[in-house]
């Protein structure tokens, strides 16, 4: 199996296929099973399967910030 990619909020990807209208890169708006994802060029947003994204993932534009981990241990707290 391949590696896991650690999407972060605020990513900027660009992945092999264009959107239909010309872009490549996108934006992560969300997190969790699915990824979603809106096109910098039309503002266009889809969901997708994070197996799928990390197949169509050609590379990192630009990475988001990074979580703090306070705030990772209170999202935590509260899912368990």
């Given amino acids: ?3 896991i990619v650690d999407f972060r909020m605020g990513d900027v ?3 092999r296929k264009p959107h239909p ?3 490549y890169e ?3 708006v969300r997190l969790g099973a699915d990824i979603g994802l809106r096109c910098k060029t039309c503002g266009h947003r ?3 399967e994070r197996r799928v994204l ?3 993932l050609k590379a990192f534009v630009a990475r988001g910030p990074e979580p703090d981990p306070e705030q ?3 999202a935590l707290e ?3």
Avoid: A, D
């Fill in 1 to 3: 199996m391949g590696e």
């Fill in 13 to 15: 990807l660009r992945l």
């Fill in 21 to 23: 209208c010309g872009g």
């Fill in 26 to 28: 996108w934006e992560v």
């Fill in 46 to 48: 889809v969901l997708l």
């Fill in 54 to 56: 990390e197949k169509r």
């Fill in 72 to 74: 990772v241990r209170i």
């Fill in 78 to 80: 509260r899912e368990g």
